[in-house]
């Protein structure tokens, strides 16, 4: 008959991680470089969309009109305005003409002169006028004609043909194509630790892929992100093959400067430590008669291949790494 001592599990254990670490890690997506939503600042009705989510385009390309038939017709106003302001100006410049030599030749009075000048300044200022008319018209006419500012891929389509365009409000997004890179938010606890050239490891789970890539933007500001200051990462041209915009990313930072975590009890351990089971998390410790003891614990952030342990192990309890067979409560156990 075996003894429990001749049955037991040959086991590994340790003891939780220190609580100091070198590297900062945070999550973010990826995007294209460049992003605009393309919006009119007239209102009317959209006479046609030329794309479709999905489609590529180039700059300068067509991707939808709006009803242009009123401005039109203020256009072909302005052109009449200006035709009669241009009749008015030739005739004030004739007068004007006429009675500097006049007055030249003392045939026509000062006073006369000045009125003439008069007439003939307020007529070129009228067709300066009606000319600056048109102008806006034609400027106005450009927003009825919708194109792409750069080569991209259409992203979102929000409006179609018959939709009411309002000044503002966006009717495609478009994303530069070929070159993307990483958004990511920072604590501001952490901020003051990282610069722009640092290097940095980016793991793309949905793809299973790494990139390094370095930090190329940090915003100066978390007003508008809850006390998180934003940083844009690089990603290398030569490393977006499978990439799409809105990927999750994990982003790993190296620093010089150990972080200080906000407990002395925080303990870290490794991800594959872990046991699951439904919804609940737990590791194997050693009871005091050498026998596995599943303990549930809470975990909180994962840090590369640590995951922190909120609560259910102590900083100084040892726990089971590895194992020759299978564990389960109860089952005697032999330390290596």
Known sequence: MQTGADTAIWVTVSQPAAVSKQGLAVSGRVEANQTANISTRVMDYITKVNVNVGDRVSKGQLLATISNDDMLAKRAQAEAMIAQADAAFKNAQKDYDRFTALYKQQSASAKELDNVTLQYQAAKSGLEAAKQQRNEVNAMLGYTNLTAPFAGTITQKMMDAGSMANPGMPLLTIEQSGSYQVSALVPESEISLINEGLPVT???????????????????????????????????????????????????????????????????????????????????????????????????KTQGSQVEVLSGLAANEQFIVTAEGRLYNGVPVKLK
């Open 202 to 300: 980016i793991t793309i789970d949905a793809i299973h892929k790494t990139i390094n890539g370095k930090i190329v933007q940090i915003d100066p500001s978390s007003a508008q992100s809850g006390g998180q200051y934003q940083i844009k990462i690089h990603i290398p041209d030569n490393e977006k093959q499978g990439l799409f915009a809105g990927m999750y990313a994990n982003v790993a930072i190296t620093v010089t400067q150990a972080i200080k975590t906000k407990s002395a009890d925080q303990v870290m351990v490794p991800v594959s430590a872990i046991e699951y089971k439904d919804e609940l998390t737990g590791l194997y410790t050693i009871g005091s008669n050498h026998t596995a003891l599943l303990r549930w614990v809470r975990l909180g």
